[in-house]
């Protein structure tokens, strides 16, 4: 029998998995507590990197004994009456998949150097380092579901485009062509990723730059609408109106007294 035929066996794969719950732990002998953890850490990659957490209960303080652990993978514990904890909506026992985790692993670096050098300031870092985590997995959160993971990388690089060039002829046709997508369903996965439309990222980043411009610039109004990506110099005009409440040129004179 081929390898396409055979049929596949969830509990043979799982048993050669490596185990990331090491024996040691002071849970009972058949506890469902062990037996949930072991099996949710052994469904991830061999090379996968967890940090586990869990409120203070049964679990952490059976196989967690600071400086002894049971787990392979870095351990947070964290205390169930703590405010900012019980006002961030992370659900318990989620695997959250983050494409990019390279501030997150600096953070948990930095939150470790911390503890390790014990500084006066170190409590307070800790603290608001921890806060900064909770934030990224929260937004990370939006990204966890098969269709959003699928254009993820690519919908983070064109938003980080259209803020680095807000002078290119961005359109929603562009960029759907781009992608390969209807724009219809472009502005539903990128509102869903992002909290806005594309549209509106779009007159945001030329409007950034506008503002910088006129504040920090000499060039004329009709050369700073070319230089934001305006086809003429009357759309601009009344679209930063719009937004700031203020022609450009009243603009420039306010914040240059």
């Not at 952490?60 to 904890?85: C, G, L, N, R, T």
């Not at 993820?152 to 359109?171: A, C, T």
Request: charged content about 20%; hydrophobic content about 35%.
């Amino acid at each position: 029998m081929d390898n396409m035929n055979k049929p596949y066996n969830f509990k043979d794969h799982m048993i050669n998995k490596k185990d990331r719950f090491v024996p040691g732990h002071r849970m009972c002998a058949g506890c469902g507590g062990a037996v949930t953890v072991r099996s949710v850490l052994r469904s991830l990659h061999d090379e996968d990197k967890a940090v586990i957490g869990n409120a203070t209960s049964c679990l952490e303080v059976s196989s967690y004994m600071y400086p002894y652990s049971a787990y392979e993978d870095s351990y947070i514990q964290f205390y169930k009456d703590d405010i900012f904890m019980n006002n961030t909506i992370i659900p318990p026992m989620k695997p959250i998949y983050i494409s990019d985790a390279f501030w997150l692993i600096r953070l948990l670096e930095f939150v470790s150097y911390e503890n390790y050098i014990k500084a006066p300031s170190s409590e307070a870092i800790i603290d608001n380092s921890m806060r900064a985590i909770f934030f990224l997995l929260h937004d990370a959160l939006k990204f966890n579901n098969a269709t959003t993971l699928n254009y993820q990388n690519k919908l983070q690089k064109i938003r980080k485009e259209i803020y680095e060039r807000p002078d290119l002829s961005w359109n929603m046709d562009m960029i759907a062509e781009h992608l390969h997508l209807s724009t219809s369903y472009i502005h539903k996965i990128y509102k869903n990723m992002f909290g806005t439309s594309c549209a509106q990222d779009i007159i945001n980043s030329r409007i950034q730059k506008s503002k910088y411009l006129l504040t920090y610039s000499n060039l004329p109004v009709s050369n700073i609408s070319i230089e934001c990506g305006y086809n003429n110099v009357e759309h601009f005009s009344r679209q930063f109106t719009k937004i700031t409440g203020y022609t450009p040129s009243k603009y420039r004179n306010r914040n240059r007294q």
